[in-house]
């Protein structure tokens, strides 16, 4: 979804956070939240040659055309101290999107997307502390997911949050109709951006039809 919206509405600045943390991996697989900097209190990437490895988050968002990336490893303990730094590296204009939970439990932002995978619907802690600041809701959709799946999850996103709007999309096969749903609400909080113009071309169809 990010490398959706970085291409979509261009000229964004993209921050991964990784959040360490500690024992055995809780997906049970080697991911970037495993203790890879050790005692470090944190770590800020901007490597291109990083951040550009195949299969990495960055590296989608550089693709995406993402202007600047950074991507902060930290212990909990030092995410306020290493989101400041991390800060720091990106131009004082221009929009910033994020990826990570934590980001919310320590800074406002205009607008915050919360995805969500039918079938694997158990909230981490880290996501249930941020829910009241979530703005929209997100099902991402493939081609593997049932009717029943995706409904399944609506109705689990409304018992948590009833007053906040949950829309369906494909990332990778947007619909115009669910494209302008996702797209309206994010540029109109920004207070305007070039990705207005891609919301108005696609309505065009829409309203003619």
Request: charged share 25%; hydrophobic share 40%; glycine share 6%.
């Amino acid at each position: 979804m990010a490398s959706f919206l970085i291409r979509t509405l261009k000229n964004l600045n993209a921050l991964k956070i990784t959040v360490q943390h500690m024992g055995a991996c809780p997906k049970e697989i080697d991911c970037d939240g495993c203790p890879t900097i050790g005692n470090i209190s944190f770590k800020i990437t901007t490597d291109p040659f990083v951040l550009s490895k195949p299969g990495k988050d960055t590296a989608k968002y550089l693709e995406a055309g993402a202007r600047t990336v950074v991507w902060l490893q930290t212990q909990r303990k030092d995410l306020e101290t290493g989101v400041r730094q991390a800060l720091k590296l990106f131009p004082r204009r221009g929009r910033l999107i994020v990826e990570g939970n934590s980001f919310l439990s320590i800074r406002r932002v205009d607008f915050a997307l919360m995805i969500a995978t039918p079938g694997t619907l158990e909230l981490k802690p880290s996501a249930r502390k941020i829910l009241d600041r979530i703005n929209l809701f997100v099902i991402n959709k493939t081609p593997n997911h049932t009717k029943a799946d995706i409904d399944a999850a609506r109705e689990k996103l409304l018992y948590l949050r009833p007053d906040c709007p949950v829309i369906v999309f494909d990332p990778y096969h947007p619909e115009p109709e669910a494209t302008v749903t996702l797209l309206k609400p994010i540029v109109s909080a920004l207070g305007g951006l070039e990705g207005l113009e891609v919301v108005r071309k696609t309505l065009v169809p829409i309203s003619k039809s």
